[in-house]
């Protein structure tokens, strides 16, 4: 038990990570998106 805890408790911050980095891609990729509609316009 101990040990699964262990496991979680390090690949939570891993897990958190990528995720943090593929919000911030997306978020990123949408404000580019934005900023070409709003100057085509």
Do not use: Y
Request: hydrophobic share 45%; aromatic share 2%.
């Amino acid at each position: 038990v101990l040990h699964l805890l262990s496991v979680r408790e390090h690949g939570d911050p891993h897990l958190r990570g990528a995720c943090g980095k593929l919000l911030a891609k997306l978020i990123q990729t949408t404000i580019h998106f934005l900023t070409l509609l709003s100057l085509s316009n």
